[in-house]
T-cell receptor, first 113, second 113 residues
Framework: GNSVTQMEGPVTLSEEAFLTINCTYTATGYPSLFWYVQYPGEGLQLLLKATKADDKGSNKGFEATYRKETTSFHLEKGSVQVSDSAVYFCALGSPGGSYIPTFGRGTSLIVHP | DGGITQSPKYLFRKEGQNVTLSCEQNLNHDAMYWYRQDPGQGLRLIYYSQIVNDFQKGDIAEGYSVSREKKESFPLTVTSAQKNPTAFYLC????????????FGSGTQLSVL
């Protein structure tokens, strides 16, 4: 079945540091891949998405590239801010009519001034 | 603005009591989901619904019940059979199933008195 593996957190960085959060997946077919962000006490919101191999999703300085050969979708940002502190979830959809997305366990990011 | 609304934000349950969490969406989405999130944990699927008057159990349905009488509404009842109900509950919706992004509500924090 489908699965998503994220790196364990928390990830602790100083402001302006480079961020990488690793995400690998196992899936059948060609699912869309997503990164969601959750700020404290709130629901998840979509950060970025990629729908096919070699697609790069980007938003608010964050980027992730759909790598089919390595089954990965790592999240990166060149210079993090304190306001980026949140929990980040990698997720994959499922084509062909399945209605159950697969989420990773989430990675907490803490950015210090 | 279109969106998904959960209420209440905070809810307290007494022993032996059933409580109902509300989820309403005006996005005209067919699919709706309920997730449970425990501190430091990922999302666990409770129930999902692909269409009105139909719903399926997720991974942790025991002690919970749902209904889907209207397209825009998917209430979750936490029954007295759920012995450890304290958690953050998230409702989500999607237009075409899991290969499209999910829209999340802002969540309900349920605690036991």
């Amino acid at each position: 079945g489908n699965s998503v593996t994220q790196m364990e957190g928390p990830v602790t960085l100083s402001e302006e540091a480079f961020l990488t959060i690793n995400c690998t997946y196992t899936a059948t077919g060609y699912p869309s891949l997503f990164w969601y962000v959750q700020y404290p006490g709130e629901g998840l919101q979509l950060l970025l998405k990629a729908t096919k191999a070699d697609d790069k999703g980007s938003n608010k300085g964050f980027e992730a590239t759909y790598r089919k050969e390595t089954t990965s979708f790592h999240l990166e940002k060149g210079s993090v801010q304190v306001s980026d502190s949140a929990v980040y979830f990698c997720a994959l959809g499922s084509p062909g009519g399945s209605y159950i997305p697969t989420f990773g366990r989430g990675t907490s990011l803490i950015v210090h001034p | 603005d279109g969106g998904i609304t959960q209420s209440p934000k905070y809810l307290f349950r007494k022993e032996g009591q059933n409580v109902t969490l509300s989820c309403e969406q005006n996005l005209n989405h067919d699919a709706m989901y309920w997730y449970r999130q425990d501190p430091g944990q990922g999302l666990r699927l409770i129930y999902y619904s692909q269409i009105v008057n139909d719903f399926q159990k997720g991974d942790i349905a025991e002690g919970y019940s749902v209904s889907r009488e209207k397209k825009e509404s998917f209430p979750l009842t936490v029954t007295s059979a759920q012995k450890n109900p304290t958690a953050f509950y998230l409702c989500a919706s999607s237009s075409q199933g899991s290969n499209e992004k999910l829209f999340f509500g802002s969540g309900t924090q349920l605690s036991v008195l």
